[in-house]
């Protein structure tokens, strides 16, 4: 982006603001938002921009159109709801379904809504929160983990696309997972995948879990997260409940996400640790440098 675009999008006229008083003036306050791009963005943007509608127009109802597996990230949203087509994929081009939605109930329909830049006030002012609802704890509870163990949440790969390596290579992961204690176990997340990081001490949970299982087994039996920039890392960083936690996170570009929003994590208890790569290589991020800070965060 160029400064110029930059200085507009933080001093300009905002567009966002402008459509909100028009809208209010008018009187109408039901919304239709459709978001077809990351989990991340629900807390980093969309929760800013509930927050925004609700500044000016504190009644509206406001209701989501996304794919499926993004719907339960919605649940955390304060107040909203959410309508789901299940023909929507990640980065195919979408159209809303009439069959689906009833469009002429909604005052405002954002198709492609902008929270980078329609949101630039929020960063460094506004701390998302996802609400956690205790009946989701036992949603954990399925999966019988050994209470003897000491647990750490792993996603190893963002699945998105981006100018620069997000994710940590597997080789590294390997290497970490081969190097820890004994009285470590390994939970993987993400989707499926037909690529193995195996060993003795991981239990593979890609693809065997909802969003809403993986938030509460993190939540209830994990003591530690290591992930990389990540749809992952932004919804566990900004749930709203108190529960101890240290996340350790890997970073190619600390101008983005949580680093980037650049306010304390809502829940009490997490202590995070970001590790920075040289020149957007998250290769150059070793293997000691991430083991030596998970054994240290053990001891300290």
Same mark, same amino acid.
Request: net charge neutral; aromatic share 12%; charged share 25%.
């Given at each position: 982006m160029s400064f110029l675009k930059r200085l507009w999008q933080r001093y300009g006229i905002n567009p966002f603001d402008a459509l909100l008083k028009r809208v209010e003036k008018k009187g109408q306050f039901r919304f239709l938002i459709c978001w077809n791009r990351g989990l991340g963005d629900i807390p980093l943007g969309l929760y800013a921009l509930v927050h925004r509608i609700r500044e000016f127009i504190?009644?509206?109802?406001?209701?989501?159109?996304t794919r499926e597996d993004l719907a339960d990230g919605f649940r955390l949203l304060e107040g909203v709801s959410v309508l789901v087509d299940p023909r929507w994929k990640r980065g195919v081009a979408f159209d809303i379904d009439p069959s689906l939605v009833p469009l002429a109930y909604f005052d405002v329909v954002l198709k492609h809504p902008d929270?980078?830049?329609?949101?630039?006030?929020?960063?460094?002012?506004?701390?998302p929160r996802l609400r956690w609802t205790e009946e989701w704890d036992w949603l954990s509870e399925r999966f019988e983990l050994d209470s003897t163990k000491t647990y750490i949440g792993?996603?190893? *790969?963002?699945?998105?696309?981006? #100018?620069?390596?997000?994710?940590? @290579? %597997?080789?590294?992961?390997?290497? +970490?997972?081969?190097?820890?204690?004994?009285e470590y176990r390994v939970l993987l997340f993400g989707f499926a995948s037909s690529t193995s990081v195996g060993g003795d001490l991981v239990v593979?949970?890609?693809?065997?879990?909802?969003?809403?299982?993986?938030?509460?087994?993190?939540?209830?039996?994990?003591?530690?997260?290591?992930?990389?920039?990540?749809?992952?890392?932004?919804?566990?960083?900004?749930?709203?409940?108190s529960h101890?936690?240290?996340?350790?996170?890997?970073?190619?570009?600390?101008? *983005?996400?949580?680093?980037?929003? #650049?306010?304390?994590?809502?829940? @009490? %208890?997490?202590?995070?640790?970001? +590790?920075?790569?040289?020149?957007?290589?998250?290769?150059?991020?070793?293997?000691?440098?991430?083991l030596d800070t998970l054994l240290a965060r053990r001891t300290s």
């Amino acid at each position: 982006m160029s400064f110029l675009k930059r200085l507009w999008q933080r001093y300009g006229i905002n567009p966002f603001d402008a459509l909100l008083k028009r809208v209010e003036k008018k009187g109408q306050f039901r919304f239709l938002i459709c978001w077809n791009r990351g989990l991340g963005d629900i807390p980093l943007g969309l929760y800013a921009l509930v927050h925004r509608i609700r500044e000016f127009i504190p009644a509206a109802e406001i209701t989501f159109l996304t794919r499926e597996d993004l719907a339960d990230g919605f649940r955390l949203l304060e107040g909203v709801s959410v309508l789901v087509d299940p023909r929507w994929k990640r980065g195919v081009a979408f159209d809303i379904d009439p069959s689906l939605v009833p469009l002429a109930y909604f005052d405002v329909v954002l198709k492609h809504p902008d929270p980078t830049g329609w949101l630039m006030w929020q960063l460094g002012k506004l701390t998302p929160r996802l609400r956690w609802t205790e009946e989701w704890d036992w949603l954990s509870e399925r999966f019988e983990l050994d209470s003897t163990k000491t647990y750490i949440g792993v996603h190893v *790969q963002t699945q998105t696309h981006y #100018a620069y390596e997000k994710n940590w @290579p %597997l080789s590294h992961w390997k290497e +970490l997972f081969s190097a820890l204690p004994d009285e470590y176990r390994v939970l993987l997340f993400g989707f499926a995948s037909s690529t193995s990081v195996g060993g003795d001490l991981v239990v593979d949970l890609r693809g065997k879990t909802s969003l809403l299982e993986m938030l509460s087994l993190v939540k209830n039996h994990c003591q530690y997260l290591v992930v990389p920039d990540s749809g992952v890392l932004s919804m566990v960083y900004y749930l709203d409940v108190s529960h101890p936690l240290e996340v350790i996170s890997l970073w190619s570009d600390p101008e *983005q996400g949580v680093l980037k929003q #650049a306010v304390a994590s809502p829940n @009490p %208890l997490l202590v995070h640790t970001p +590790l920075i790569a040289r020149n957007r290589d998250l290769s150059t991020i070793s293997v000691d440098t991430v083991l030596d800070t998970l054994l240290a965060r053990r001891t300290s």
